[in-house]
């Protein structure tokens, strides 16, 4: 079983930064493991966001986020990241992080995956 716990929300102006973090505990064979972002914004569906395969660092984005938000690793801490620059008011939503045992980019995309973290609150004010 794998946990995944993230941290780093809160709330920021329009054109402010945040950086999420996920760590995965358990039994992890992390470098297996392709990592991704999730949000869902209050009465919207949950969108795909990011992601990133541990073992070599492939990243994939959603359009809206392109340029704005970074994916990254650090294996040795069982952790990724989400570097958040230029927030927007419609960047508002709960985040979560999934994991799927996969080295594929787009396996976290198209689902299901494994785990899931218990989401952190991210909000951008105007």
């Known amino acids: 079983q794998v946990q995944l716990v993230e941290s780093g929300g809160g709330l920021v102006q329009a054109g402010g930064s945040l950086r999420l973090s996920c760590t995965a505990s358990?039994?992890?064979?992390?470098?297996?493991?392709?990592m991704g972002w999730f949000r869902q914004a209050p009465g919207k569906e949950r969108e795909f966001v990011a992601a990133?395969?541990?073992?070599?660092?492939?990243?994939y984005y959603t359009d809206s986020v392109k340029g704005r938000f970074t994916i990254s690793r650090d294996n040795a801490k069982n952790t990724v990241y989400l570097q958040m620059n230029s927030l927007k008011p419609e960047d508002t939503a709960v985040y979560y992080c999934?994991?799927?045992?996969?080295?594929?980019?787009?396996?976290?995309?198209?689902?299901?995956?494994?785990?899931w973290g218990q989401g952190t609150q991210v909000t951008v004010s105007s």
């Open positions: 999934a994991a799927k045992i996969a080295q594929n980019v787009l396996s976290v995309v198209a689902g299901p995956n494994d785990y």
């Open positions: 358990g039994r992890t064979y992390f470098s297996s493991y392709t």
């Open positions: 990133i395969t541990l073992s070599r660092g492939n990243t």
